[in-house]
């Protein structure tokens, strides 16, 4: 039961952190004040660190090591990610995350 609670909120999370990425990478022109921008940039934060930490406990709690350790690598894609984008390839380096985000939700739900 613990599992499926996991995977549903581990869905959610990843589906509000893919549509709140897509609006901030691709909606530029709703945060040209800063007043719109900095608390939807932190609520952003706060989904990723959700996202890594239900990615960690799905890590944990499921069943099977291939499983164990897609969803650790999963996990520590934002980081991977981050080390390797710039200011010029940022709306690429930001599509990326989003796929990653959506496949690994959809990994998540078909497992």
Do not use: D, H
């Amino acid at each position: 039961m613990l599992l499926y609670w996991l995977k549903v909120g581990f869905g959610f999370i990843a589906f509000l952190l893919s549509i709140s990425l897509s609006v901030r990478v691709y909606g530029e022109k709703l945060f040209k004040n800063n007043n719109k921008l900095s608390p939807f940039v932190a609520f952003i934060g706060g989904l990723f660190v959700l996202y890594i930490l239900s990615a960690l406990l799905l890590a944990v709690f499921c069943p099977g090591i291939l499983f164990k350790l897609i969803m650790f690598l999963f996990a520590v894609a934002p980081f991977i990610l981050g080390k390797l984008v710039n200011y010029k390839q940022l709306k690429m380096y930001s599509t990326i995350q989003i796929l990653c985000v959506i496949l690994s939700m959809v990994f998540v739900i078909f497992y």
